[in-house]
């Protein structure tokens, strides 16, 4: 209930043993396959794809440190609220003022561009937001990242979007953000919808000039990748049919299960989203979310997230990537819970 991944992928779903893997590879800004087949799969050049051995979270500060290179002293970011923090905190390590863009519950999560544009100016470098938007689940459509990439593009800024969430809908409904604009990069892993976060799998997409800023700033912090976590990574991408059936065998009958929960549960307040595998309920007026958090862990074993740890205290995140029985249980968990504090 509180990871923000699906369960764990088994080993044997990448066809490999150990006779396999290398500890060693031949790269140069990293391991060309690898890079070939996210290139493949994102519809993208190579020299567009960045990999690095830290999942999403470092591809991340990646997409920050390559976009804020060089910016004028005075420059400024802006970051949407509620986010996850590393979102938040990464700009703000590498020393830039951050503005705020709200995406409220009311809205349901949604951008308003007129908000986003009154936050833009001369002195923006940088936007990141994510989607599927994590902590809500919340989606930002291409047309309204296309809008936003060329506000920013007006006064030379980029826009930074983590799209680790949108893995969940791959398919005809949906593409890589990237796509958006020649000033998007987006960040994205095999962690959330596929349960590989050991890997620590995570790549950056965007335009050519600061792919190749990224790789040299990779050059100063470790120059190589992990060779048996890349090669790893390319044999699950190479097999990531079988494995979205696996993953989706699970996650599409949650939602259905998440949606009828609360249908029922009326305390709760919530926009169920059409896909990922977190949704961010609001709970009732003098219920905490610290307390509702203690109260299922203490009596009933269940893990929530805190809605404090995303700028929302009057909320808590549940992670519906679970097997189907433990979802259930922990749900009616949540209702005992509430019963316990009301």
Known sequence: MARSGVDACPPSALGLTSRDLVVTLPV??????LREAIARRYRVDADEVFTVSGGTSFANWFACAAALDGSPRGSEVIVERPTYE???RIPEALGYPVRRLERRFEDRYAIDIARFA???????????VSNLHNPSGARIDLATLRRMAAILRRVGAFLVVDEVYLECLWGARTESCVHAGP???TT???TKAYGLDGLRAGWMLGPSELISRAWMIQDLLANNGVAPGEQMTLAALKRLAGIRRHVHATLDPNLERLRRFF???RRLE???PEGGNVVFPRLPRGVGSDALATRLLKRYSTLVVPGRFFERPRHIRISFGCAPRLLDQGLANISRALDDLM
């Open 263 to 265: 249908d029922r549960e």
């Open 188 to 190: 994205n892993s095999l």
């Open 118 to 128: 009154s936050l833009v100016n001369r002195r923006t470098r940088l936007a990141v």
């Open 270 to 272: 919530a926009h169920v």
């Open 183 to 185: 000033n998007v990069l």
């Open 28 to 33: 140069r800004d990293g391991y060309m396959p």
């Open 86 to 88: 590393p979102l938040l």
